[in-house]
């Protein structure tokens, strides 16, 4: 039956212009091509140079966006930002991408959810459409993870990649749309992906640290728990979806959840290998990639899945 919905109108992403091999890596970290490939499909990851921040390439990938959705950026009534590494400790982020697209007045503001951080600014956004005190939403995840991570500290180093995605959500009488959304987090897990500085603890940003193995682990259970849970809120089962757009940390945790929901691999985005794991940006920047080359088509059903620091997680199942 047709309700108020947040259907995705558009979507758009950006990277950093320069991309980084693990062979180019390897010359400036003791790892290789052969250990990143074999523990986590990692190829390539792109890394920001200087005139390049959270809020430059969240502002491109939103553009992108906007224009996939044909709509004017002084429509959007509604900006929600998820990011780890925002360009200032205050103001949000997500003030700034609203300056660089040229809106003034609307609410605008930054989620802290770290991977999981697009999960749950896409949760908030279509909650609010839904309730309707917003109508038209940009969602945008972006990070810049090189500037956190501990260059000497080979285990987290190679991981991760620079990047921004978007969506447009906008209100609409429709089947489309978000169908249910679902968001957990455990702080008693804090300890095992936290960054080691804060403007209200060391007065400083701090460095990544990562018990990759208990972070692994965890994702799995997590991951699989999650989607199976939205799944049933929607009402679907999983022998119904068309696409899962796993957040893209490690290409055997994504082959680990999807096997254990019983979906085939054909039916998963992977661009782990390209991009490395971006944080907040991984699935609105998967999801761009899948919907561009075409894969991705108008009525198919996706899931949205997501795990980081925290921990957090979560799952979205969106009509697209
Ligand atoms: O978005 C959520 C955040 N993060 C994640 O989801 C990451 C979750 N964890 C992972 O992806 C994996 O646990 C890692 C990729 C981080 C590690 O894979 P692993 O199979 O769990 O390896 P490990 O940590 O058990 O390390 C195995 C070995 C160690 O050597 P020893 O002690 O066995 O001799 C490490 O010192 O690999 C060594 N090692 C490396 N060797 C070459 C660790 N990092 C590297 C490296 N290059 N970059």
Redesign the pocket.
């Known amino acids: 039956m047709s309700q108020r919905r947040a259907v995705i109108a558009g979507t758009g992403s950006a990277l950093p212009r320069t991309r980084v091999s693990n062979a180019e890596l390897a010359q400036r970290v003791d ?2 091509d052969e ?2 490939t074999e ?2 499909g990692i190829k390539f990851r792109h890394i920001a140079e200087a005139d390049e921040t959270t809020a430059t390439l969240g502002a491109d990938a939103a553009r992108k966006a906007l224009e996939a959705a044909g709509i004017e950026a002084n429509d959007i009534d509604l900006i929600v930002l998820a990011t780890a590494t925002p360009d200032n400790t205050f103001p949000a982020s997500a003030t700034k991408i609203q300056k660089m697209l040229g809106i003034r007045g609307c609410a605008a503001f930054d989620v802290a959810a770290v ?1 999981s951080g697009f999960l749950y600014a896409l949760s908030v956004a279509e909650s609010m459409i839904r309730a309707g005190s917003a109508s038209k939403a940009l969602v945008i995840g972006s990070e810049t993870f090189s500037r956190i991570l501990d260059w000497e500290d ?2 987290t180093c ?2 991760f990649g620079d990047g921004a995605g978007a969506v447009v959500l906008a209100a609409e009488e429709s089947e489309r749309g978000v169908l249910a959304t679902r968001l957990h987090a455990d702080g008693e897990h804090g300890e095992m ?1 936290y960054v080691d500085g804060g403007p209200s603890t060391t007065g400083t940003v701090g460095k990544l640290r ?1 018990k ?2 208990e ?2 682990r965890h ?1 799995v259970v997590n991951l699989a728990e999650v989607m199976t849970e939205t799944l049933e809120a929607a009402g679907v089962g999983a022998d119904r979806v068309d696409w899962v757009v796993p ?1 893209q ?2 290409a055997r ?1 994504i082959d680990a959840t999807v096997r254990k929901l019983g979906l085939p691999a054909e039916k998963v985005v992977v661009t782990v290998d390209q991009h490395a ?1 971006t944080s907040a940006a991984s699935v609105p920047l998967a999801l761009d990639v899948a919907v561009r080359d075409g894969r991705i088509q108008r009525g198919d059903l996706i899931v949205l899945e997501a ?2 620091g925290g921990f957090t997680w979560g799952a979205a199942v969106v009509r697209f």
């Open positions: 790892t290789s250990w990143i523990r986590t991977c080979r285990g190679v991981l992906l990562m990759g193995r972070v692994f994702a957040h940390a490690n945790i794991n795990m980081g």
